[in-house]
Structure formats: C-alpha cells, structure tokens
C-alpha cells in the first residue's frame, strides 16, 4: 500500500531530475524491506510463542508407533496375546467416518471412561445421542477390561466419530500376574516377611488390590494416551472433555462448553478448566444470572493441552501419593502444586448430572452386589436443551470451598511400588525426555 502510494505520487510529480528519481527509489527500497523485517519478526515471535505455550518442542517424541515407544527402555509388565491384541485394537481408526468424513474446526474431544456397567452406560449414549452438536466433534470411549456387553453398546453409536481405546494394563486384562492378582502376593495386611509374599503396604498396613487400583491406573493411562499417543488427537489443541460411564449429559452441553471456553481466558484468567457441572456433584446449580468459579470438579470437566503438560509434569506426585483415587490426588497433590489458585469455570445451570447409585466396584459379582437397573429421573427442561449461558454474565467466585486439598495425607490403596512404577511408566510411554524417570 505504502509503496504503492509513494510510486503514484513520484509519477504524478513527473521529476526529471535522476538523483532525485534514485534518492526516491532508495526511499521505497527501504521501506519495503523493513516491512518485510518486520513481518519475518512476528512470524519468528509467533512461532517461539507458540512453541513455549505448549512445551511440544522442548520435548522428543520417542516414536510415532507408540507400541514401539512402550517397549523402548519401559520396565512394563510382559504382555500376554489379549494385551497385545487390544493394544493392536487401539490403532484402529475411529468409527463412523463415512457418516461423518470431517470435523468441526473448534471441536472438543469428548472422552468417556467406563469400567463394567452397561446398564449405565446405556443411558449415557442416549443423552449424548441428544446433544447438539455432537456430530460434530470425536467421541473416545476408553475401556477398563473388555467386556462385550459395554462394546455392543459402543458399537451401536451412530451420531458422531467414535474411537475405542482399551487400557491394555488394566488388572483386569492379567487374571494371574501383575497387574492383575499375582499368587504370589501379600494380600490384606499380611506381613511380607513372614508370609515371604510380595508387596509394599500402604500407609494403613493394607496390600494392593488390582481391582481398586485399576481405577487410577486407567484414568492415568488413558489422559497420557489421549493427549499424547494417538494419531486421532495428538495434534488436538483445542479442549478435551472428560465423562464417565454414569454421568448424564444434558443437550445443551457442548454447546453451553464451547461458550465457557470462549469466555474463560476473557472472564477467568485464574481458572484452568471448563466444566459441565458444579463440584458439588449434588447440586443442579444455583440457577443465578451469572457465571461460577469454583474448585475443580469431576464430572464433565474440560481443559487443554496447556494444563494436562502442567498436570504430566507432575507425574512424580501423582503417582507416588497414597490414595487409590485419581481425583482426590489431583485435589491433593498436583493443583497445590501449581502455585496459586485452580479454577474451573461453569454455568449457574448444571449441564451434567451423575446418576448412579452403584459404586465403580460394586455390581461386579461380588456378595455385596450393587443392583439397580439404570432407571434414571433426570428432568430435562426447556432451559436444558439451548445454551443457557450469556456473555456478558460477571463471574461469581467461591473462594473457601470444602474438599481435599494439600496436607491430607491419603485414603491409602496405593502403596505398592509396582503400581507406583506402572504408573510412571505410563507418564513416559510416550515420551523420550522429561524429568520423571523410568
Ligand atoms: C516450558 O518448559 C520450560 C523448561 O522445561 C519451563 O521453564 C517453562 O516454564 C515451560 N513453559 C510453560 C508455559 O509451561
Ligand atoms: C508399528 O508397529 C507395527 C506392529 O508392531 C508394525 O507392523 C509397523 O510397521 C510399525 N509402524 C511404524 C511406522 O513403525
Ligand atoms: C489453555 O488453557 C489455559 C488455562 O485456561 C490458558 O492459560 C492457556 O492460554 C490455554 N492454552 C491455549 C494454547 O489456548
């Protein structure tokens, strides 16, 4: 535009005089190439910029094939044939991509995890089947065990992109060794000298049981494998929202989360994540006219590459802190960790609600059975089914809430150094440098 205009101007003048036509000519050079300067500039900034917000540079990816980066220098547990077979499994291409070939620019990944409870997981791809907007995004269902009855259901979505992944460490994948029950292992609190067993007990004297920890070990091993080992979302910047296999979602959900996500660094700059609903998982919401920023909850949670590169750095803490539950350690050890306040930002209107009335392990054959049919009273209402958030709403915050937080020392359950080191390999399966170890 500049040299455009400088030209026209020297034509119109029609000045003869060639010192001045070259003086002119030195002029235009000259602001041509500190425009370009310029610009070589920013896009350098750029690039540097980009490279620190997400730290993706400063660390070498060990392999493109992650079977092979599993195998490389990891001291994980020896694999048997059906281990093999669901990690081969997990390379299969999503579902579904020729109903629908592309997706949405500002997706969010929507990760399910389940264990074993199909009557529940039934009513959780119904309401997803509901959501707007949902065909426009991946959904990742991610398995602890394989149990046909949660497949087939699995099978039989139709309304968006859907990739299984199954957690090929799981206890459950091993009937007799570790991960899974091994006979030669201490169990309650058998003193491992004596009974010449092997084990570490926790710090209340108790001995691993692989169907408790498995909990941990998958949530770990599927947020490592989601953001940094598959070819579908390795290269996803955007959020990721997270579920569980009890978790109703309501229909306006996505669309309500991609508004929370585009106003959080305007609103919020304090909050982290994005969430469906409040961390009290008993409240529907306050129904105010205003937005909410609370502590960190565990349904319905979202956030991106940035933070989970701040949560895997924390790998150490995570995996050595003696509570057999994912969410209370992150309450516990990894947000503290971040040196200042951990935010979540949400609607005053839950978009999310857990329903199930049996416990993880429960319900799974044991004496003390949890039974219930999945019969769930969730109201939908008409303010449920369009987005119920406004964007000139303040942000109303919650400074002293109840809940675990730094200084608890731990419900125990995870004590034994092999699942301690299981889930340290699961931080560098992916990874060639960082500081963790193996
Ligand atoms: C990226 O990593 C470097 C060194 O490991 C660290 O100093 C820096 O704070 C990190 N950046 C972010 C945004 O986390
Ligand atoms: C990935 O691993 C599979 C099986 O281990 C192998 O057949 C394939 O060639 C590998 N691909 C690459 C790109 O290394
Ligand atoms: C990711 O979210 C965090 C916390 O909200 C924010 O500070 C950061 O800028 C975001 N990163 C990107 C790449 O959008």
């Given at each position: 535009m500049l040299y455009r205009h400088m030209v026209l101007t020297y034509r119109k003048s029609r000045v003869k005089d060639a010192d001045v036509r070259r003086l002119v000519l030195i002029a235009v050079l000259g602001v041509f190439l500190l425009v370009l300067l310029l610009r070589t500039n920013t896009i350098i900034e750029l690039v540097t910029r980009y490279s620190y917000e997400?730290?993706?540079?400063?660390e070498v990816r060990i392999n493109d094939n992650y079977t092979l980066g599993v195998k490389m220098g990891l001291n994980l547990p020896k694999q048997n044939e059906f281990s093999i077979s669901l990690e081969r499994r997990n390379r299969m291409p999503p579902r579904n991509l020729d109903l629908y070939p592309k997706l949405a620019k500002d997706h969010v990944v929507i990760v399910l995890y389940v264990h074993n409870r199909p009557q529940y997981l039934r009513i959780v791809v119904d309401s997803l089947s509901r959501v707007s907007g949902i065909g426009e995004t991946l959904l990742i269902v991610s398995h602890d065990g394989f149990f046909e009855g949660m497949n087939k259901i699995v099978e039989g979505i139709k309304f968006c992109q859907v990739k299984q992944i199954f957690a090929p460490y799981s206890p459950h994948v091993f009937p007799n060794g570790f991960p899974g029950v091994s006979p030669s292992d201490c169990k309650e609190k058998d003193d491992h000298v004596k009974m010449k067993c092997e084990g570490t007990p926790d710090q209340y004297g108790n001995h691993r049981s692989p169907k408790i920890v498995s909990l941990k070990h998958h949530w770990w091993w599927m947020m490592n494998t989601v953001w940094d080992g598959l070819k579908e979302t390795k290269g996803h910047f955007g959020h990721i929202l997270f579920i569980e296999e009890d978790h109703f979602i309501y229909p306006n959900a996505y669309r309500n989360l991609q508004l929370l996500i585009d106003l959080k660094p305007k609103k919020c700059p304090d909050c982290y994540a994005a969430n469906?609903?409040?961390?009290?998982?008993?409240?529907?919401?306050?129904?105010?006219?205003s937005l909410v920023a609370e502590r960190m909850g565990n349904v319905g949670y979202s956030f991106n590459r940035t933070v989970w590169r701040k949560i895997h750095r924390k790998a150490r803490e995570f995996c050595s802190f003696d509570d057999y539950n994912w969410d209370i350690t992150m309450w516990a050890t990894v947000y503290p960790s971040f040196g200042g306040p951990v935010y979540t930002l949400r609607g005053?209107?839950?978009?999310a609600v857990h329903f199930g009335?049996?416990?993880?392990?429960?319900?799974?054959?044991?004496?003390?059975a949890c039974i219930d049919n999945g019969v769930v009273n969730v109201e939908v209402g008409d303010a449920d089914k369009v987005p119920n958030i406004k964007s000139d709403w303040e942000v109303y915050v919650y400074n002293r809430q109840d809940g675990y937080k730094a200084g608890f020392r731990g419900w125990g359950g995870w004590g034994d150094i092999r699942d301690r080191q299981l889930c340290l390999n699961f931080a560098n399966m992916y990874w060639a440098s960082e500081s963790q170890g193996v």
């Open positions: 997400t730290n993706e540079s400063l469906l609903a409040p961390s009290d998982v008993k409240s529907r919401g306050e129904g105010w006219e005053p209107r839950t978009s009335k049996c416990g993880l392990h429960q319900g799974q054959g044991e004496k003390s």
